[in-house]
């Protein structure tokens, strides 16, 4: 058959010249059988069949007379080629780009090797032949068109920020911000009036993000309402766009403003859990009108519904996880009341059903622990913790982890997918390994803590001498996957969420005693929210109100040791313990699930408790010094029995741990 022969010979450079000439008068037989004949046996033939020949060698260049024609064209240049072939179908241009489809195997490959990846199969047709300067650039595509102009940016409009609107409150005792846009070109006056007295203040927005604020002088808590009026003065307006953004543009009014305390409650489902859905919803909701000073607003971008004053219809919109937030408004009613009611409470609710802690870190933050397997993202900072930046606040809180736990170690692991729920029986895909996990999130969350302190407006300093605490809830009980064997991945996450007591001002509220499998959203949402709430408001009123008398802390084991005489172990603890029954009773799940205390893998029993020791001892088992291991509450399903000394209701559950003698 006809064909366009390529030969890339490792000829010298003198030799090639010489056989471009030959080239001229040669004719070869382009049969099966020459197909992968050298370049020296094609030209020992002596077949003038009229069949066309070329070859190129390395930057030479070659035209190729059409197969109808008699005459082949060999010049010197690529230009040279084009110009001879130009206008004149008949030389037929086309066929040195061997697109003719007389030639099914279409190879542009043939003259080229470069276009082998860009024309393996097809008609090569598409590809720009002509418009290269070089041979070797035969079959490149033509040039994708220029990008589109991105739009002009929307011009800047008059506004106070989302998170700012009436009926909230602002920290007491420390300049609160006031921020928001304005075009540029012209200032921003904020007037207040009312409760704390007046003020006015002004501020020329940024010239290219239109950005402005202005500090309040700082302001004792009250419960009588301030007005803040924010206005534009007119300056000389930038362009067309801008003009009736100026003077022309409406005052804007914040009123029923008061100061007092605000804080952030973070995580996820847990905290998202709505107050409609809690286990005493039903007295709960209608008895929230009874604070009008604390306000709470659910921080969701682009659907903000701003600060709201305690209704049923405002704080139980719904069941399931409506807003607003059952442990933020525990937590909040608790600080209120142990304030004496005299301090305004501020909630902000911003927080994400079924995200790791990963998500909730700012850049700085994730680039602290990078771990490889883990899945690194922070697409929930940008958008639900930097608009709250600007704020000055009292504290945290935060309920999260669930998203972090690994699933089983008996699943294969796929490397590079976040830790967290996500495995089912349909896809037995483990996330990551379970100390894997845990070693990540005892990086990733202290990590997180430090950086959001870093980060919000004056968020390292004491407000009046008094610290800004970050208080976090060690998670509930609840059950793996169907399917899933049990494993101590839950247990694992508990135990790195405490690595961050070591921090300065942060305390632990514990959930794990408050399992509950009768949860119509499945037993990893526990209805009973009031208790967390309360243990959360303890550990506030100690450390972010210096209360020293109140006790706040969960008994920790220290040590353990073989008691002398005897197969029993001794567990020292930090405080004074009792014992109790379990709160919901005995363990309520496959006794596989469950966790007590337990050492060398058998069941264990605590014998007697006296001060801060528990002795404990399991049938069989002999103690040996260096040797013995004993866990308490590693499991999915803790029922702790170990509870600070006379820590009330609804008390202090002892901390699980894994120790050895």
Not at 514 to 533: C, F, M, Q, R, W
Not at 616 to 639: E, H, K, N, R
């Amino acid at each position: 058959g006809n064909r366009v022969i390529s030969q890339r010979d490792t000829l010298a450079t003198a030799t090639m010249q010489k056989l471009v000439v030959f080239a001229v008068m040669i004719h070869a037989v382009c049969s099966s059988a020459a197909q992968n004949q050298t370049l020296e046996d094609l030209l020992s033939q002596n077949d003038l069949s009229g069949n066309r020949v070329a070859w190129t060698f390395h930057k030479h260049s070659y035209c190729v007379d059409d197969l109808h024609a008699r005459t082949p064209y060999f010049v010197a240049s690529y230009a040279e080629c084009a110009a001879a072939c130009a206008g004149n179908a008949s030389k037929g241009c086309h066929n040195f780009a061997v697109t003719n489809e007389r030639w099914p195997e279409h190879w542009c490959v043939l003259h080229f090797g470069n276009c082998s990846a860009l024309c393996t199969t097809g008609d090569c047709a598409n590809y720009d032949y002509f418009s290269c300067s070089t041979p070797e650039d035969d079959c490149k595509l033509p040039p994708p068109p220029p990008p589109p102009t991105p739009p002009s940016p929307p011009p800047l409009v008059f506004g106070v920020a989302n998170s700012l609107t009436s009926n909230m409150v602002l920290q007491r005792d420390v300049s609160a911000r006031i921020w928001g846009t304005a075009p540029a070109g012209t200032s921003v006056v904020v007037m207040i009036s009312g409760g704390g007295g007046a003020e006015r203040l002004s501020a020329v927005p940024n010239a290219t993000t239109g950005q402005w604020y202005v500090n309040l002088r700082p302001r004792s808590a009250t419960l009588v309402p301030t007005q803040i009026q924010v206005s534009l003065t007119s300056g000389p307006p930038k362009n067309s766009s801008e003009k009736h953004m100026g003077a022309s543009a409406a005052p804007i009014t914040l009123t029923n403003v008061l100061f007092g305390d605000v804080w952030i409650c973070g995580g996820q489902s847990n905290m998202v859990f709505g107050l409609g859905q809690d286990i005493n919803a039903s007295q709960e909701c209608p008895a929230t009108s009874a604070f009008p000073h604390i306000r709470f607003m659910t921080f969701h971008p682009g659907v903000e519904s701003g600060w709201n004053v305690p209704a049923s219809s405002t704080t139980c919109t719904g069941k399931g996880f409506s807003p607003f937030s059952a442990v933020c408004w525990y937590f909040g009613k608790q600080v209120f009341t142990d304030l004496g009611g005299n301090v305004p409470i501020g909630l902000v609710s911003s927080n994400v059903g079924g995200t790791a802690v990963e998500r909730w870190s700012g850049p700085d933050a994730i680039a602290k622990c990078n771990q490889t397997g883990v899945v690194q993202q922070s697409n929930l900072w940008d958008r639900y913790i930097v608009p709250l930046l600007q704020m000055q606040v009292q504290g945290w809180t935060w309920y999260q982890g669930e998203s972090n736990v690994a699933c089983s170690t008996s699943w294969p692991w796929a490397p590079g997918l976040n830790c967290g729920i996500g495995c089912s029986m349909s896809n037995k895909v483990c996330n990551a390994s379970q100390t894997a996990c845990a070693s990540f999130y005892e990086c990733q969350f202290p990590t997180m803590i430090q950086d959001w302190r870093n980060k919000f407006n004056g968020g390292t300093t004491l407000i009046d001498g008094r610290p800004r605490p970050f208080l976090f809830v060690e998670l509930a009980p609840y059950t793996e996957g169907v399917g899933e064997p049990h494993d101590i991945s839950t247990a694992l996450i508990r135990s790195a969420q405490l690595t961050a007591l070591s921090l300065p001002n942060v305390a632990v509220a514990a959930a794990y005693d408050y399992g509950d499998t009768a949860s119509p959203l499945g037993n990893i949402h526990p209805e009973y929210k009031a208790p967390v709430g309360y243990r959360l408001a303890l550990a506030a009123r100690a450390l972010a109100y210096n209360d020293r008398t109140v006790q706040y802390k969960n008994p920790r084991a220290v040590s353990v040791t073989c008691e002398s005489g005897s197969n029993n172990l001794q567990i020292l603890f930090d405080t004074d313990i009792e014992l109790r029954a379990p709160v919901r009773g005995p363990c309520p799940v496959a006794a596989t699930s469950c966790a007590w205390i337990n050492i060398e893998g058998i069941n264990a029993t605590i014998t007697s408790v006296s001060g801060h020791t528990a002795v404990v001892s399991a049938p069989g088992v002999a103690c040996t010094t260096g040797g013995t291991w004993i866990s308490y509450l590693y499991g999915d399903w803790p029922v702790p029995t170990v509870y600070a000394a006379g820590s009330g209701h609804p008390g202090l559950p002892a901390l699980p741990f894994l120790l050895r003698t």
